[in-house]
């Protein structure tokens, strides 16, 4: 079974991968004890970077949808 994935939303999993790797990489640079990197913040920072930019990207995201107007049916029957 294939799925389908827009671009842009690919996009946006392959820069918070990134982000989030480079945290981990950033943070495990780090001497001592502390210097094996944060598994937590790298997955925090990648999965903000993602939804701020899904935010600014997508048009419509995290908007909610209009509301029906609400009207009276029209009758169809003609009076005599």
Not at 12 to 19: E, K, P, Q, S
Not at 58 to 77: C, H, L, R, Y
């Amino acid at each position: 079974m294939t799925i389908q994935i827009a671009p842009l939303a690919a996009l946006l999993i392959v820069v918070g991968h990134a982000v989030g790797y480079s945290v981990f990489k950033y943070t495990a640079r780090a001497h001592g004890a502390a210097g094996r990197g944060d598994l937590v913040a790298s997955i925090a920072s990648g999965a903000t970077v993602a939804t701020l930019l899904a935010l600014l990207l997508t048009p419509g995201f995290g908007q909610a949808a209009p509301a029906s107007p609400t009207t009276t049916p029209a009758s169809t029957v003609s009076p005599r």
